[in-house]
């Protein structure tokens, strides 16, 4: 006998799920968004198999190639029969450093290419751009995820969807690149990711705001979560991992797109920091970033305002954070900010959240708003209380480590660190006097 399924109803605008139709969502409040969708089935069996806590771990294997860049933000390498999403604005590269990597891993078995958005003809012309030619690189332009999946032969290493807005399910009564389709799509995918050990990427559309375009649920069933981000006019490319169940998060990778493809920056330190800056406003710090240490430039304007509020405008920490440490400039620096327009940068449009950064952004602010310097060659590395004290920062050998490597010749932090090479101070205004204080 043919056993019956439910029928859910599923909200295409929020994602909202209701066993009874509905015609406003009472979660959104759209009017007319109920979409019908297949339900689990009545009567399943319940039977399942569970494993002893005892049984040997098997290892995870990885796939390493030559972009090794792509594989450290990955956490080594690519894990088999993982999935895993990409997201980004439009024309930022993803899919130019997806056919890369495809063509990298196309080394060790097959891979399929399947883009939902662009014609083959018109994916083989930037396959011979980028000279990324390989006889196991396979294209197509279907959007059918089962047909898809039924027609993959022979090992497969990986399979590349571009973009999961553009598949559908055939027989289910929601609109292609509806939250519907995009969730049952995703769980389609991810269970082909495990049950054939073959991983899974997944373009994915971001909104104005900056989110992963459709439900947060499809964040939550992948193993990894890739953000590419920069200016499209900018050359520049940042990708950064926000969730990784097989490595660490937080990790990065800094890429320079060109006519030939994305090109790996090895050594992001060189271009993240002008170290012989001695123009005013100006102050070094080293940030941690996943498993690799930055040095990075701050850069700080101050000037008068004439009106009744002031501007507060940040790139690169969020507008909160500049807000306090003026706040914490003005009170303990004797630098009054208040009716001054305060405008931060860090250089390479690199967003920072380490709280090591805090020592810098002060420093700064107090250079531009003082019209004086600091030696070259200084870097600033603590994080800041309301006390007005430096607090120490976790992985400090590190970021020693970096400083010395790029010829730093003074380190400013806090003296609970207890690191050798370093100039331990417990205020930020102590900070600033041993920063100005002349190397004997």
């Known amino acids: 006998m043919k056993r019956e399924k439910d029928k859910v109803y599923v909200c295409s605008n929020c994602g909202y799920t209701s066993a009874k139709w509905f015609g406003r969502c009472p979660q959104c409040g759209e009017w007319n968004t109920a979409v ?165 990427f997944m373009i994915g559309h971001i909104t104005k705001i900056g989110n992963i375009a459709g439900p947060m649920v499809l964040e939550h069933m992948v193993d990894t979560v890739l953000y590419l981000e920069g200016e499209v006019r900018s050359g520049r490319r940042i990708l950064r991992t926000t969730k990784n169940r097989f490595g660490p998060t937080d990790e990065i990778a800094v890429y320079e797109m060109s006519s030939r493809g994305m090109i790996e920056i090895p050594d992001p330190s060189k271009i993240f920091a002008d170290m012989d800056s001695e123009e005013p406003g100006n102050a070094l710090s080293v940030v941690v970033e996943g498993s690799r240490s930055l040095l990075v430039n701050v850069q700080s304007l101050t000037t008068f305002n004439r009106r009744s509020n002031s501007i507060r405008i940040a790139r690169g920490i969020e507008n909160s954070r500049l807000f306090m440490l003026s706040a914490l400039t003005s009170n303990y620096l004797g630098v009054h900010l208040e009716n001054n327009d305060l405008y931060l940068n860090i250089l390479g449009g690199l967003k920072i959240t380490d709280p090591a950064i805090d020592l810098a952004v002060i420093a700064a602010l107090y250079s531009s708003a003082k019209k004086m310097s600091f030696p070259v060659k200084t870097v600033f590395i603590g994080e800041v209380g309301l006390d007005g004290r430096v607090r120490p920062v976790q992985q400090m050998k590190m970021r020693i480590s970096e400083a010395r490597r790029m010829g730093i010749k003074k380190i400013i932090s806090s003296y609970l660190s207890k690191e050798k090479g370093i100039i331990g101070v417990r205020t930020i205004k102590e900070a600033i006097a041993k920063a100005l204080m002349e190397d004997e």
């Open 36 to 200: 019908e969708v297949e339900g689990a089935v009545k009567n399943a069996p319940s039977s399942i198999e569970f494993a002893s806590s005892k049984e040997s771990v098997v290892k995870t294997e990885r796939i390493k190639t030559k972009m090794r860049e792509m594989d450290r933000v990955l956490g080594g390498g690519l894990t088999k029969g993982s999935a895993i999403l990409l997201a980004g604005g439009p024309g930022i590269g993803k899919s130019t450093l997806l056919l890369q990597y495809a063509s990298e891993l196309a080394e060790n078995g097959n891979v399929y290419y399947v883009s939902g958005e662009e014609s083959i003809s018109q994916v083989l012309s930037r396959v011979k751009r980028l000279g990324v030619e390989k006889d196991n690189l396979f294209l197509s332009s279907s959007v059918e995820v089962d047909g898809i999946l039924s027609s993959i032969k022979g090992k497969t290493v990986a399979v590349i969807f571009d973009s999961i807005q553009t598949l559908h399910i055939s027989g289910m009564n929601a609109l292609t690149g509806s939250l519907p389709q995009m969730r049952e799509c995703t769980a389609k995918l991810v269970e082909y990711a495990k049950k054939t050990d073959t991983s899974v």
